[in-house]
């Protein structure tokens, strides 16, 4: 599976952006989908996620309400976003796409190139 992810940029705190991400490769409907991030000296966390039937959502508590996480899928390839509003500078951080086959995002399959988002005060 292949990811690439964009839609990064400078906004101002209580703008948005919305990410992007597209996910190519024979067997890419067959995983779960997230975003993760990570901001400068801290780790890479979970911040939403979207089953593979695109039915279950999970959000981190701090993002609960102002990110929206969907999927797009053709025939060819699918498309993740996540959505956010309501920016905050502690959203500031590098933003990676990941796909998962198994249930729990301790291990993830497959990393895309993240995407910075910067959020100004």
């Known amino acids: 599976v292949q990811l690439q992810a964009s839609g990064g940029g400078l906004v101002q705190a209580g703008g948005s952006l919305r990410l992007s991400c597209a996910a190519s490769?024979?067997?890419?409907?067959?995983?779960?989908m997230g975003w993760f991030r990570q901001a400068p000296g801290k780790e890479r966390d979970l911040v939403a996620a979207?089953?593979?039937?695109?039915?279950?959502?999970?959000?981190a508590d701090s993002v609960k309400g102002r990110f929206t996480i969907t999927i797009s899928r053709d025939i060819l390839k699918s498309t993740l976003y996540l959505q956010m509003n309501s920016l905050k500078p502690e959203d500031t951080a590098v933003y990676y796409c990941?796909?998962?086959?198994?249930?729990?995002?301790?291990?993830?399959?497959?990393w895309g190139r993240g995407t910075l988002v910067t959020v100004s005060s």
């Open positions: 990941a796909a998962n086959s198994r249930g729990n995002w301790s291990v993830v399959d497959y």
């Open positions: 490769g024979r067997t890419e409907s067959s995983y779960n």
């Open positions: 979207i089953s593979r039937t695109g039915i279950s959502r999970y959000y």
